[in-house]
């Protein structure tokens, strides 16, 4: 394989593999908040912000992998 297949297999990799974890996470954050929400609707709004500040932070994750995974196909790091 050359370099430049490597490199490519290396970017897939990265962004791949930094997708599965915020995926999840995602789907834990919101399946959880609505059974919250579900159980306590007095708590909706406090249970909301914290469902949309998890999302941020966990979607965050997503982004570096990208921004990696850029760098590496594009030989900058």
Do not use: C, Q, W
Not at 3 to 18: C, S, T, V
Not at 55 to 72: H, N, P, R, S
Request: hydrophobic share 60%.
């Amino acid at each position: 394989m050359t370099d430049d297949g490597l490199r490519l297999l290396a970017m897939a990799l990265a962004i791949g593999i930094g997708a599965v974890g915020p995926g999840a996470g995602i789907g834990m954050i919101f399946g959880s908040a609505i059974e919250a929400m579900g159980r306590n609707p007095e708590a909706e709004g406090l249970v909301r912000t914290y469902m949309f500040l998890g999302f941020a932070l966990t979607e965050a994750l997503f982004i570096f992998g990208l921004v990696f995974g850029l760098l590496i196909g594009f030989k900058i790091i």
